[in-house]
Nanobody, 126 residues
Framework: VQLQASGGGLVQAGDSLRLSCAAS????????MGWFRQAPGKEREFVSAINWSGSYTYYADSVKGRFTISKDNAKNMLYLQLNSLKPEDTAVYYCAAKTGGAGPRASRMESAYDYWGQGTLVTVSS
């Protein structure tokens, strides 16, 4: 599975962005999809995840209520809507996929994911 993230950019605090992640290759089967981010000088951290059917979504506390994850299985697309952006949201955002599913705890673990995209940079100015 190959993942290609896009949609990042330079925005002001309070603005919105929508990130996209296109999956290609061996996309048949079920996958847990997730978004992680890495701010300058910091470790990569969990942002959000969604199960194959879309019935379960998970969010980091820092983005809950501002970010929304969604997916379109027919188009092999994953999205992350970022609203009310803050300067502390500045980071490279990565999409990731895990074969099969995972529970709430495992879905937040970087090590659980099998495939990673290259990342897209989001910069939020104050």
């Amino acid at each position: 599975v190959q993942l290609q993230a896009s949609g990042g950019g330079l925005v002001q605090a309070g603005d919105s962005l929508r990130l996209s992640c296109a999956a290609s290759g061996r996309t048949s089967g079920s996958y847990l999809m997730g978004w992680f981010r890495q701010a300058p000088g910091k470790e990569r951290e969990f942002v959000s995840a969604i199960n194959w059917s879309g019935s379960y979504t998970y969010y980091a506390d820092s983005v809950k209520g501002r970010f929304t994850i969604s997916k379109d299985n027919a188009k092999n697309m994953l999205y992350l809507q970022l609203n009310s952006l803050k300067p502390e949201d500045t980071a490279v955002y990565y999409c990731a996929a895990k074969t099969g599913g995972a529970g709430p705890r495992a879905s937040r673990m970087e090590s659980a994911y099998d495939y990673w995209g290259q990342g897209t940079l989001v910069t939020v100015s104050s």
